[in-house]
Structures are given as C-alpha cells and as structure tokens.
Nanobody, 121 residues
Framework: QVQLVESGGGLVQPGGSLRLSCAASGSIFSIYGMGWYRQVPGKQRELVAV???????NYADSVKGRFTISRDNAKNTVYLQMNSLKPEDTAVYYC???????????????WGQGTQVTVSS
C-alpha cells in the first residue's frame, strides 16, 4: 500500500525559511502529480502548490514568489521550499500524490499525515 511521510515542519520567525519533504513509498507504478495543501482551523483547505509529471508547476497567489515546489522522481519525493515566511502561512501542511499502482489501474490520490508550520515572533 502506498504511504506518504511528511517532515520538515516547525516554528520559524517571520522572514525565515523551512523546507517540507514528502516521500511516497509502497506499490506505486507511476506518479502523475504531487502537491501541497494547507489547512487552518475553521477555514477551507487551500491548494498551495502542485507539480505534474511534465514538471509544470502552479502556485496559490498568496505564496507565489516565496514558495518553490520541486521533486525527485527517483525517490518519489516532493519538496516545498518556503522562504520569506509570514504569520499567515501558519497552517498544517498536507502533501498528496496522484498516481497509479499499475499501468492499467485507476488513478488514486494519497495523502500525507500533515506537518505543522508556525510562523511567529
């Protein structure tokens, strides 16, 4: 079974940086795309960044120019480099992977466990 493990969250001052990692393991044949959502209690989940198999990326307007999503296909790992962090970036960040268990199988979505990012003085 596919499992996603996140790491890299923590407490950082405004203007600081963090790098989140999300590694997918298990029986996965191919990955179509990987990305990051964030969730603040009482608010809707927000799609932060996504990278698809072609390498094309997309970002929420609120993080564009500050965050960078990247991947290591050999390791089935996606990263989120977060620079110039702001208090409003505080949230639980969840990674996801869209992929197939085999060539003829359905496209599935897998989720990480979430990692807390807190930006505060």
């Amino acid at each position: 079974q596919v499992q996603l493990v996140e790491s890299g969250g923590g407490l950082v001052q405004p203007g600081g940086s963090l790098r989140l990692s999300c590694a997918a393991s298990g029986s996965i044949f191919s990955i179509y795309g990987m990305g990051w959502y964030r969730q603040v209690p009482g608010k809707q989940r927000e799609l932060v960044a996504v990278i698809i198999s072609s390498g094309v990326t997309n970002y929420a307007d609120s993080v564009k120019g500050r965050f960078t999503i990247s991947r290591d296909n050999a390791k089935n790992t996606v990263y989120l480099q977060m620079n110039s962090l702001k208090p409003e970036d505080t949230a639980v960040y969840y990674c996801y992977t869209r992929g197939k268990g085999d060539d003829r199988g359905p496209l599935m979505t897998y989720w990480g466990q979430g990692t807390q990012v807190t930006v505060s003085s």
